[in-house]
């Protein structure tokens, strides 16, 4: 505690560089993977080779990687870009699948209502399949989120600041308390992440509390729920 105490400054430096490295290439992996989930969806072998290339690309080691990355988009090997693009392509890996089960988890049968009340492609995907897919959706964010802030800490391995150098440092002095405080602190630091996402859950689908909670009651509640966004679009010309 009186090292950490002594030394918090230095910790919460780490800490911000790490929260960076971690969030920005989840937020580009989604940007990413949904419309290319969405894109796959079109036919069963585009899906089929979406789903094979991100799994594939998932199993590349995450040092090789930071290692390989400058030579292939011509960085310094201490660029903190490397780090954002590659754990981007893990983000994509991970989200794609868990995209494509977001959109196999709304009902059909609102998708055809959809259809019936004159929606275009466009407007179904932004007002039905995105938002009720969402739970799901920040499921596959949650795994992301965690998986970032853990990778990230590899790359102090190369020099690039972040959470994991009180680990290298801590190691090469063979001062256990070091390693043990940024043990701690990625913890929390992923806790935290993991809070904010089920916050951002909550406020962005309302309509999954707006009953209680039954068995039956969850399937009823969206489905009247974007029964009236239909009617409300539909009213408001949101099939355009």
């Avoid at 490397?82 to 868990?98: D, E, H, P, S």
């Avoid at 019936?116 to 795994?143: E, H, N, T, W, Y």
């Avoid at 009651?217 to 009617?231: K, V, Y």
């Amino acid at each position: 505690m009186e090292w950490f105490l002594a030394n918090s400054g230095r910790v919460y430096g780490l800490a911000g560089q790490h929260l960076v490295l971690a969030v920005l290439p989840m937020v580009f992996g989604l940007l990413i993977a949904v419309p290319l989930a969405q894109f796959a969806r079109q036919s069963r072998a585009l899906r089929s080779i979406v789903v094979t290339a991100s799994s594939l690309l998932y199993t590349i080691p995450s040092l090789a990687l930071f290692i390989i990355l400058p030579t292939v988009i011509g960085t310094r090997i201490l660029d903190p870009l490397n780090v954002v693009v590659a754990l981007t392509i893990y983000a994509v890996a991970l989200l794609v699948r868990a995209a494509l089960d977001a959109f196999d988890s709304v009902d059909e049968d609102l998708r055809q209502a959809a259809v019936a009340m004159g929606f275009k492609p466009a407007a179904r995907f932004v007002q039905i399949d995105l938002p009720l897919s969402l739970p799901v959706l920040f499921a596959g964010l949650r795994v992301v989120s965690v998986s970032n802030i853990s990778l990230v800490s590899v790359a102090a391995l190369l020099g690039i600041g972040n959470l994991g150098m009180l680990f290298t440092s801590g190691l090469q002095r063979d001062f256990v308390t070091e390693v043990i405080v940024g043990i701690i602190a990625i913890l929390v630091l992923a806790l935290l992440m993991d809070a904010a996402l089920v916050l951002l859950e909550r406020l962005l689908t309302p309509w999954t509390r707006a009953a209680p909670r039954t068995a039956g009651q969850d399937h009823g509640t969206a489905t009247a729920a974007t029964t009236l966004r239909l009617s409300d679009a539909r009213a408001g010309g949101g099939s355009a």
